[in-house]
């Protein structure tokens, strides 16, 4: 209550007696950290973000800090800027008491990078997937519309080239500045990149071009605005591919996951057995199954 | 030279004299700004960025800060927190005197993708590159030792495979969670990506090994922890490769930009002229001059 808030803002340093237990994760490019400690003897988490700059303070901070030459070079010099602090605060969030579900929402999974020969494919990942035999009912249900069939944006319903276009479930259509949508095979036995050949050419140009073309018909999009890839690992094994707007820094889009469509189309036409033959490399996180069968094998 | 850097790191605060002509961008998430201006009667361009949290200052942090707090609901509580300048410092990096390419490069653009066949590369890309005849002077300045040189991380003498590894600019060194380092080539002799064939997987596959071994010698990062890559188009024209570490999504780390080195030795050796028949896909920024003769060739 607003008594409460009192008394707290009248104390000089709630978080001075804090105690960190662990560093659950962080962000060096966000400038953020999430950490799990102690406050008065009851379990918390304390969320630290360093604030956006703000245009109307600059000039008090470039007159007022303290600068450190780090280095320099030709028109290039770096240096550290120790600003006063009330130009350059951090948003503090505090949890108290925090339960275990809070401390298992803020935990980072670091993740691996994994060297996958075809040998290790065949060897370690392919009996992982098929064990696991991961459901994708809710997919099978997308292309039968029983379910999501109002949020389909296009259609190719013939069963070898066809698929059914939707907005992924990160998009909330709001904007299209971080356009995401997600083509799906109706072709129901390809798994992955691995499963791909030049059989399945005329399936990956007709989703790559009638793709683009709706994307440009409804959202008003052209080609040049578009990134299109596959994962891999996939998040599921039924052929998907993934639209998201060029400049919307998509999750996933990083180059040690995302396959561009189009290169994925060039490597298939110069080898037809281009994704048999390959080292293919991709992230694990560390609480991953398949992380650990790689470990067994001896192959991380 | 170091003469000037201990001249400059005397002075009590180079940018107090700087007045703010406009902000080129900005970003939220990544709290940094961009920013153009004069400092004294030059033109300028100042970059401010937040540095990352630190797990082994948070005890003062914690202890050391001020807190005001903002809001408080149930267990969820947040503050306003004022760190001591020292721990909370801005990295801060002048480039002076700035040309007009510089402001350019900082303002925010959106950017196109681009589809290089290589015709378009020896008839479009390849002419601007050397009409422009960008500098690579200060790569040549780490090369021969006259910047920087205290900087090396590692480096490898030999003319033909030989390379400089040192921490990118972006990089404060202050923790690993977002490291990221730049092994520059000896050779002079290549431009980008599309010089390569398989005469220089010797200097490839060298600069792949050594620099995971340094890495992993003077930060402890094993290769799994590592994304390894080029750029294509790079920001210059001199072959580099970027080393980032796995789960920072280090700008530039999209697979629309991105290729794994990995990938590239791989290509090349199943190829020797890989990168001399493929097209190539890129984005350009709006205001790119590259962009302008795409479109002028009807390319876009």
Redesign the interface.
Known sequence: GRG??VK??E??????G?L?TA?LS????????F?HGKLADQEAVVI?E????R?ET??E???G?????D????????????????L???????????TEKHVNKYKHQ??????EAWEDYQSITLPYIQEQSFSVQWVYNILEKKAEAERIVFEDPDPETGFVLLPDFKWDQKQVDDLYLIAIAHKKDIGCLRDLTSDHLPLLQNIFQKGKEAILQRYNLP?????V?LHYQPSYYHLHVHFTK??Y?APG????R???L??VI?NLQ??PQYYKT??L?F?LRADSGLLGRFKEAGR?
């Not at 800090?65 to 030459?69: F, P, Q, W």
């Not at 670091?110 to 060297?115: A, D, I, R, Y």
């Not at 889009?253 to 040690?256: F, I, L, Q, R």
């Open positions: 409460e808030a707290e803002s104390r000089e340093n709630t978080l001075s804090f960190t560093v962080d962000s060096a490019r966000e400038k953020t950290i950490i630290l360093k604030t956006p700059f245009e600059l000039a901070i470039f007159n800090s303290k600068l450190k030459l280095m320099k070079n030709d028109i290039y010099s770096t240096y550290r800027l120790q600003a006063p602090p009330h350059n605060e951090i948003k503090t969030t505090v949890v108290c008491p925090a670091e993740s691996f990078l994994v060297e080609a040049s605005k578009l990134r890839y060029l400049g820094e889009c990083g180059v040690e995302a396959h561009l189009a290169d060039q110069s080898d390959r080292t490399y992230p991380l």
